[in-house]
């Protein structure tokens, strides 16, 4: 797509540090990384929500992606890895091409995830929560 940065780099009209690519994906080096080795794992064709990549090859970003993951640790020393995907901008998607991010971890990085636990207030709102998201994936089966 026009005027997509990682389209542009899949063409190679933007240069990148290519880590892998198949027919499906392509995998290079994050240029702003949370920790050295961050990888970004994305499909050649052009998808701004993970939602509409088709199966096959959702299942390879994901398949390569711990791959890659498993490299880290090998090569980079790390202990472990995050996959971690942003959909949409307010849950911190900047670049609109679909992109699974893989970082390398080690226990000393003095990097955390601003993770929090919320409650439900009853149970019975946990349970209308997940009665209208199973009814929202039945309603379209596809995505
Ligand atoms: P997002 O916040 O959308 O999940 O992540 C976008 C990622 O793309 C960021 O981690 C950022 O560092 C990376 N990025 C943005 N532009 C470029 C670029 O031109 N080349 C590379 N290699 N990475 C980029
Ligand atoms: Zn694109």
């Known amino acids: 797509m026009k005027d997509c940065i ?7 009209e933007i240069p990148s540090r ?5 027919e499906l994906v ?5 240029i702003g990384p949370i920790n050295f080795g961050h990888t970004l794992v994305i499909p050649k064709e052009h998808h701004a929500s993970s939602s509409t990549i088709p199966e096959t090859t959702a299942g390879r970003m994901f398949r390569v992606g711990a791959r890659i993951g498993v490299a880290q640790k090998r090569a980079l020393d790390a202990d472990a890895f995050n996959l971690h ?7 911190g998607q900047v670049v609109m091409h679909a992109h699974l991010h893989v970082v390398p971890r080690s ?4 990097f955390h995830w601003n993770w929090r ?11 209308e ?4 998201l199973r009814a ?3 309603l379209h089966p596809d995505r």
């Open 6 to 12: 990682f389209c542009k780099i899949i063409a190679g």
């Open 18 to 22: 290519k880590i892998y690519e198949d």
């Open 26 to 30: 392509y995998a290079f080096m994050d």
């Open 85 to 91: 995907l942003a959909d949409g901008a307010c849950a």
């Open 107 to 110: 226990a000393d990085d003095s």
């Open 117 to 127: 636990q919320l409650k439900y207030e009853t149970p019975a709102a946990a349970d």
């Open 129 to 132: 929560a997940a009665e209208k």
């Open 136 to 138: 929202a994936l039945k």
